[in-house]
């Protein structure tokens, strides 16, 4: 009976903290999204923000959909060769990199490298008492530091996404050609099969990616505390769970969208 009641009573308090974490987590992006919109308008903040998130990923983003398009490719020859169904090659690469493996990796990948860098820095600022400090100064430290990260990572996942299908699909043709594929085939049935719906919708998915992983890293880093160690434990939870959202919510939203 006491394993049953401490089993109970555990359930019961995992329930509540994700409750909790929840509820919190919503009033704090809600203030973050909505505030960037009342004056004064911080675009330099924001502009900022977006050259760390887009530009400063670019880079990662190129090399993960060039050698994602390339290996998809080299595994999907090696089947459709067995029923002599090289034609697909092309519209299977481009519908996988544009529906899936692009917004995915993309997020992931911008998840490990921005997202764990809003949260430690946050973090910093947060046991540093810098945040009491622009509250003292009467900045709201909302506003001023989450705001724009959560903009940015909105704005700037469709794009790198947009370049990481299209350096997959790069990528696939010219392993598709070495492989002895022919190139007009290729490209040809990517036109026929792949539509425009494929494409808007991984740049939707990427949208929410965006924000999911800054608002994630975002609240990791504004409640964190303990010192250097909450520092630590806030990054590594941040990169965590967007990861497990990111995943879980594209599953849903694939069933969704298609």
């Not at 007009?184 to 026929?192: A, C, K, L, P, S």
Request: charged fraction near 15%; charge should be neutral.
């Amino acid at each position: 009976m006491n394993i049953a009641v401490k089993a109970v009573a555990g359930i019961g308090r995992l329930t509540l903290d994700i409750i909790f974490h929840l509820g919190r987590y919503g009033i704090l992006t809600l203030k973050a999204v909505f505030g960037a919109f009342l004056p004064p308008w911080r675009l330099r903040g924001l502009f900022r923000q977006m050259e760390l998130v887009g530009v400063d990923s670019l880079m990662v983003v190129i090399l993960t959909g060039l050698f994602t398009g390339g290996v998809f490719t080299l595994q999907i020859i090696y089947g459709f060769q067995r029923f002599s169904a090289e034609s697909m090659v092309g519209p299977t690469v481009a519908t996988a990199m544009t529906r899936e493996l692009g917004p995915v990796l993309t997020a992931l990948m911008v998840t490990g490298r921005v997202g764990s860098a809003m949260a430690a820095e946050l973090s910093a600022m947060k046991v540093t008492e810098q945040m009491d400090a622009l509250t003292v100064m009467a900045a709201d430290p909302v506003r001023y530091l989450l705001s724009p990260r959560i903009w940015a990572g909105t704005l700037m996942l469709p794009l790198l996404t947009a370049i990481a299908d299209a350096v997959g699909v790069v990528g696939g043709f010219f392993v598709a050609l070495g492989r002895g594929l022919d190139p007009g085939q290729f490209v040809g049935r990517i036109e026929d099969i792949v539509v425009m719906a494929d494409i808007f919708n991984g740049l939707i998915k990427s949208a929410f990616f965006g924000f999911i992983l800054t608002s994630v890293g975002c609240y990791m880093g504004y409640y964190t505390k303990g010192g250097a160690e909450g520092v630590g434990r806030s990054t590594t939870m941040a990169v965590v769970i967007s990861y497990v959202i990111i995943l879980v919510s594209d599953f849903m939203m694939t069933a969704i969208m298609f």
